[in-house]
T-cell receptor, first 110, second 112 residues
Framework: EDQVTQSPEALRLQEGESSSLNCSYT??????LFWYRQDPGKGPEFLFT???AGEEKEKERLKATLTKKESFLHITAPKPEDSATYLC???????????FGPGTRLSVLP | DADVTQTPRNRITKTGKRIMLECSQT?????MYWYRQDPGLGLRLIYY???????NKGEISDGYSVSRQAQAKFSLSLESAIPNQTALYFC???????????FGPGTRLTVL
């Protein structure tokens, strides 16, 4: 069964303390990997799409990277407003739907 | 105005009641989805629709039904609500098969 896992489940950082979130998948073929940010009580907000190993995307303090079996979301010098749950979703080559990971809950303390 | 709207935003109901959640979008997207979110389980797909005449079951469709009334409207019904359907429900839209999804604000449903 195709699965998507994320680690860590929760992460607490001090403001300015860089770190990375992981999204791993067991997959028979990857079509695309999507990162979303979700604030409490709100719907997920799209951040990035990655399609092939070696691809990188950046937006402000966030950089997403992709290998053959996992993706990382790097957060550089985070600020308290970066606190949220970060979700990854995988679209497999055999279908058109998305499988979501359980998310990483990030807290950035001032 | 929000591109994807959901009503109601919060709902408390009793076991056995029929309930409908509604989703509307102004993005002009062809694809619409219903997900539920439970703590620690992530988003799970209930139903999806690629156009008005195309409705498909997702991973966890048992106990749910849907209606695509128009390209812009997609409703989710619980015919006889049960407590384990208590969850956060999200509607999402996408244009085409390989593009990102856009989510509504969610409906928090509690079944007593």
């Amino acid at each position: 069964e195709d699965q998507v896992t994320q680690s860590p489940e929760a992460l607490r950082l001090q403001e300015g303390e860089s770190s990375s979130l992981n999204c791993s998948y067991t997959v028979s073929g990857l079509r695309g990997l999507f990162w979303y940010r979700q604030d409490p009580g709100k719907g997920p907000e799209f951040l990035f799409t990655l399609y092939s190993a070696g691809e990188e995307k950046e937006k402000e303090r966030l950089k997403a990277t992709l290998t053959k079996k996992e993706s990382f979301l790097h957060i550089t010098a985070p600020k308290p407003e970066d606190s949220a749950t970060y979700l990854c979703a995988v679209q497999f080559s055999w279908g058109q739907n998305f499988v979501f990971g359980p998310g990483t809950r990030l807290s950035v303390l001032p | 105005d929000a591109d994807v709207t959901q009503t109601p935003r919060n709902r408390i109901t009793k076991t056995g009641k029929r309930i409908m959640l509604e989703c509307s979008q102004t993005k002009g997207h062809d694809r619409m989805y219903w997900y539920r979110q439970d703590p620690g389980l992530g988003l799970r797909l209930i139903y999806y629709s690629f156009d008005v005449k195309d409705i498909n079951k997702g991973e966890i469709s048992d106990g749910y039904s849907v209606s695509r009334q128009a390209q812009a409207k997609f409703s989710l019904s619980l015919e006889s609500a049960i407590p384990n359907q208590t969850a956060l429900y999200f509607c999402a839209t996408a244009q085409g098969p390989y593009n990102e999804q856009f989510f509504g604000p969610g409906t928090r449903l509690t079944v007593l």
